[in-house]
């Protein structure tokens, strides 16, 4: 009549299990992403090198006018004052040259996340925030000539944007420091 049953077997296991979902956030540095660029450094970056451009294009320029007022012929047997006058304006042209050219490094570090091109371009936005300081106050007394006030609405926008350039590369120590 009734016969005992066997105790009932447990279902089988199966052979492997993956181990549980670790939370968001787990673990220490290196195990996230990079953190994306900011919008900031974006701008600032292609500032910088748009400005670079323009920068070393003046900046050839004038050393080339400066070769070329540097041989101007007076006529005179003694010494001919646009040599000098053509020398001081190729070395500014050198200047702005050089200029230009770690406007555009910088520019083009900072969007690979450089560290060196973070600073390289904090400084070269100092630098010129300050000229640019000094253009503003000296076209002052010039507001009253022609184009005096669109020069110093033109000095204000580039001024500030520079500023802005600058203070866009401080903030982003997060996403410079994490591409050292």
Do not use: E
Request: hydrophobic share 50%; with cysteine.
């Amino acid at each position: 009549m009734d016969q005992p049953q066997p105790p009932a077997q447990p279902p089988a296991q199966p052979q492997w299990t993956p181990p549980p979902q670790q939370p968001t956030g787990w673990g220490g540095p290196g195990y996230g992403g990079p953190p994306p660029r900011p919008t900031g450094v974006t701008l600032a970056a292609i500032y910088l090198i748009v400005m670079g451009v323009l920068l070393a294009l003046a900046g050839a320029a004038c050393g080339l006018l400066g070769g070329a007022v540097g041989t101007i012929d007076t006529g005179d047997a003694g010494i001919n004052p646009f040599g000098a006058l053509g020398g001081a304006i190729a070395i500014f042209g050198i200047i702005v040259l050089i200029l230009g050219i770690l406007s555009i490094a910088a520019g083009a570090g900072a969007l690979g996340g450089r560290g060196w091109a973070r600073w390289t371009g904090v400084v070269v936005s100092i630098l010129f925030v300050i000229l640019g300081v000094l253009t503003i106050v000296g076209s002052l007394g010039n507001l009253d000539a022609a184009g005096g006030a669109t020069s110093l609405i033109f000095w204000v926008i580039i001024t500030v944007a520079y500023a802005l350039t600058a203070w866009a590369l401080i903030q982003a120590r997060d996403f410079f420091a994490y591409r050292r």
